[in-house]
């Protein structure tokens, strides 16, 4: 049975595994090269998965993604929060991972006062705007040039879901 939670300073191995195979895999569609991401140190992915905010998703304990949500640091702007990275194993896509990764961003959210979901994703990624757009992420703007890969810039879309408020 699939179930999301959050993850802890031990689950460190799966969060840098499951982020590097997504970039490896799919370079395009996430911000750091490989690179970059396998040159961050273990006790940093320990540091940033301590403040919250990093879910994974499992079958059993068989990791299949991860999840990451950044509340804004500046009081004016604390109901608002970055999703990213995230990214489901190929062979877990279409199963409700990635739905039960989301639910567990919103469960996150609503604990901590975030009302606002944003995130940007790349114009060619259309299996990832398809499944932001089924949970109501809405496009709200176009960022050009927002990476140059060897093939030259791509462009990326941003989206916003809000939240119901009390």
Request: hydrophobic share 40%.
């Given at each position: ?33 490989l ?12 540091q ?119």
């Open positions: 049975m699939m179930q999301a939670r959050q993850l802890c300073r031990a689950d460190v191995g799966i969060w840098r595994d499951l982020r590097s195979e997504g970039v490896r895999l799919f370079p395009d569609d996430f911000l750091p090269s690179n970059e991401v396998e040159t961050v140190s273990t006790e940093q992915d320990m940033m998965i301590a403040q919250g905010g990093r879910y994974g998703v499992f079958d059993g304990s068989t990791p299949m993604g991860i999840a990451a949500i950044r509340q804004e640091v500046f009081e004016r702007a604390r109901h608002r929060a970055f999703i990213g990275p995230f990214y489901v194993i190929p062979q877990a896509q279409g199963t409700g991972a990635a739905d039960l990764l989301i639910a567990a961003l919103v469960d996150h959210a609503v604990q901590a006062g975030i009302w606002q979901h944003e995130l940007c994703v790349a114009e060619t990624n259309t299996r990832a705007i398809a499944f932001y757009e089924r949970h109501g992420f809405q496009r709200t703007g176009h960022w050009p040039n927002a990476i140059v890969t060897s093939r030259g810039p791509q462009h990326d879309w941003f989206y916003v879901r809000e939240l119901a408020r009390d």
